[in-house]
């Protein structure tokens, strides 16, 4: 064998190496995937199955009429205060997304690229913040809560919500790459201190919003323990509370019926999934290279 | 009436003194290079002229008026940075028409004077790009347009060149020299390059340890300076410097004794010297150094030789251990030599005192 031919052969193993390589790594990610999908998938087959069809049939693999899972979901829309629940549900979240930018951003980049007496401390203090467990928290705030009379109220839901130690300590790592140059010549240039914000800092940290929003959004949307608390009447029910109805061990909804109220609960964080994707991915990076 | 003054400004950060008793007087339409070995303070005297950072005492005027305590946005001065500090999220025009944005202007005229600016600088087809998509002499006019669409009266460039490759830094420095010449502006450039001091500047500030140790034209500087400092940071190669001691001080000449520890006399031009001075530090730039006969001139133990081409410098050591870098027009030069003579031009000398400072001449000055 020349040796021309030699190093050909060894080429081509490479070449089959990748090949494996590549064949595995597909293999395990679909099925990962088919784990991470399947209760998802079932809970649709579940919904748009036939009426009547018993629960014990499992698994089930696909859906069997569209039309009446369809009437499932216009009757729980209709007949219940879900369509409520996904307007006080959306606000809590958007609201809650929209203070903790603003407040979080704000004091990150007073944090993050300047100097004031007691800074040291103050960041010390917040980041302190982050190693006492919500469950420490959650009845003194309740308390705070109750006597402002917030009781029920959508700024009861929202404001203690609103600082975010986690979001600052965020933000305030990303706004520390900002060079301290380019805030001197924003100064030079004649901006105030709030146009430096507003014009330069923000912009500037935009990956880092949006990975906030995003996380943020999935805390609230699936936080259930605050909500149930603080506002326990029906008006102010967010989706998860109402899902918990249906899901309650004395609920007498048949299990299509629970099904489709978890389905709909699903859908906006799933939506919200599809279009953020990639950020969220790299925002479960930057919590783990960062946090 | 000085465009700029500095009276007695200090600096202090903390218990640090980093500028003591800086005193300038900078004229109108003057290229004004600070020069200095890093850690000098320059970028900090450059700040405090912009205001960046706070005067610790002393006085800062631009145009008459005292300008310590005026915000830095309205001093009339526009800086150009060495990182170039653009903003990564606007566009070129963007970034150019920010401080008029800031300053309330019409969009109108934010976009002629951008225009302007661009033209003057050629980036008017780059206009709409990004920092990110331009090349680094690009951005750094980007940087230099900024400033001149403020129409200040007092550029202030620290280091603007130093990312810059070599090549890109010639033209660059050109370029700015031309600028200069249009606008007719104050301008004042940092750089811690001599060569680059020297070509840019009208006059110069050499410092050293927040101390001016120099102002004067570059050629001034070069052919008098003030102490051996200057006249080491001025002049590549670098002037040599040997110790030396007085044997004998006459109205008009000064003779010395074992020059650089060489078993020599040399008998100087120099008038009126202190007698009481024993010891000297005699300066002679390279080129006033040249290559003698045996038997002529100082022994030099051949250290190494550049052969630039149009200029030879032959890098030797004297037999106290002191430097001495002799320039030839001679090529191609013996591979094999170890040793030579030096010849130094006695009317050439610079002499210092035991602390650096320069001993000038007194009595009757030469015509
Ligand atoms: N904010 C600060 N706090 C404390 N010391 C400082 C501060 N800024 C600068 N210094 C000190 O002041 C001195 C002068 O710094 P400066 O940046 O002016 O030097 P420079 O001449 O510009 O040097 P280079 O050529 O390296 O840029 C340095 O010793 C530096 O350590
Ligand atoms: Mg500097």
């Given amino acids: 064998m020349t040796a021309a031919s030699e190093s050909a052969s060894g080429h081509r193993w490479a070449v089959a190496d990748l090949w494996t390589w590549a064949v595995l790594k597909w293999v395990v990610a679909i099925c990962i995937a088919i784990v991470a999908v399947f209760p998802i998938w079932w809970m649709v087959n579940v919904v748009f199955a036939e009426p009547g069809a018993p629960v014990s049939i499992n698994p089930r693999l696909y859906p069997t009429s569209f039309s009446a ?62 190693m006492v467990p919500t469950a420490v928290t959650i009845i003194p705030t309740y308390l705070l809560v109750a006597d402002l009379g917030w009781l029920n109220t959508m ?16 933000l305030v790592q990303f706004m520390r790459s900002i060079p301290a140059e380019m805030i001197e010549a924003a100064r ?60 309650a061990p004395f609920s007498h909804q048949t299990v299509d019926v629970v099904m489709t109220a978890n389905l709909l609960a699903a859908v906006p964080p799933l939506i919200f999934f599809l279009i953020f994707q990639r950020k969220i991915v790299e925002g479960i990076a930057m919590q783990g290279s960062k946090g | 009436m000085a465009q700029l003054d500095i009276q007695a ?117 780059l206009l709409d790009r990004r920092p990110g998509q331009l090349s680094g002499g690009q951005k750094q006019r980007v940087a230099i347009g900024r400033a001149i669409v403020r129409e200040p009266k007092v550029f202030l460039f620290d280091e ?74 001025i002049g590549s190669p670098r002037m040599n410097v040997m110790s030396a001691e007085v044997a004998e001080v006459t109205p008009t000449h000064v003779t010395v004794t074992s020059p650089g520890g060489a078993d020599a006399r040399l008998i100087l031009p120099f008038r009126g010297l202190d007698p009481s001075i024993r010891q000297l530090s005699l300066g002679i730039r390279p080129e006033h150094v040249r290559l003698a006969e045996a038997g002529e001139g100082l022994p030099v133990a051949v250290d190494f030789v550049e052969e630039l081409g149009d200029v030879t410098y032959i890098h030797g050591s004297m037999p106290a251990g002191e430097r001495l870098v002799i320039r030839s027009g001679v090529r191609r030069l013996d591979p094999t030599l170890t040793t030579c003579h030096a010849a130094l031009d006695p009317a050439r000398f610079l002499l210092f005192d035991s602390e650096g400072q320069r001993l000038r001449e007194s009595g009757s000055l030469p015509a």
């Fill in chain 1, 69 to 130: 899972g369809w009437d499932k979901i216009m009757m729980i829309l209709t007949e219940t205060q879900y369509l409520r629940a996904y307007y006080i549900s959306v606000t809590y979240a958007l609201l809650t997304i929209l203070g903790v930018l603003l407040f979080g951003s704000m004091a990150a980049f007073e944090f993050a690229l300047f100097d004031f007496p007691g800074k040291g401390l103050l960041f010390g203090v917040v980041m302190l913040s982050l």
């Fill in chain 1, 155 to 170: 700024q009861g839901l929202v404001v203690p919500g609103l600082a975010s130690a986690f979001g600052l300590f965020m």
């Fill in chain 1, 188 to 247: 030079l240039d004649g901006a105030s201190h709030f146009q430096i914000y507003w014009h330069v800092a923000l912009p500037l940290s935009k990956n880092a919003l949006v990975t906030l929003a995003i996380l943020t959004f999935m805390k609230t949307w699936g936080n259930f323990t605050w909500p149930l608390i603080v506002a326990p009447s029906p008006e102010t029910y967010t989706v998860g509370q109402v899902v918990g109805l249906f899901n």
């Fill in chain 2, 9 to 125: 400004v200090t600096k202090t950060f903390g218990t640090v003194s980093v500028l003591k008793d800086i005193n300038l007087n900078i004229r109108s339409g003057e290229f004004i290079v600070f020069v200095g070995p890093s850690g000098c303070g320059k970028s900090t005297l450059l700040r405090m002229i912009t205001g960046l950072e706070t005067v610790s005492s002393g006085e800062i005027r631009i145009e008459g008026a005292r300008v310590n305590e005026t915000d830095p946005a309205q001093r009339g001065t526009a800086m150009v940075f060495q990182s170039y500090a653009l903003y990564p999220h606007m566009s070129v025009a963007e970034n150019m028409g920010f401080s008029l944005r800031m300053a309330g202007q019409k969009k109108t005229e934010i976009r002629d004077r951008v225009a302007r600016a661009a033209a003057i600088l050629r980036l008017d087809k």
């Fill in chain 2, 160 to 233: 603007p060149l130093s990312n810059l490759d070599a090549e890109l830094r010639v033209k660059m420095r050109a370029e700015l020299l031309e600028l200069h010449r249009r606008l007719k502006a104050t301008m004042i450039y940092v750089t811690h390059d001599q060569v680059e001091a020297m070509t840019l500047a009208d006059r110069m500030v050499v410092m050293n340890g927040g101390i001016v140790q120099q102002f004067g034209r570059p050629l001034d500087l070069y052919d008098d300076p003030d102490n051996l400092f200057v006249a080491g940071f």
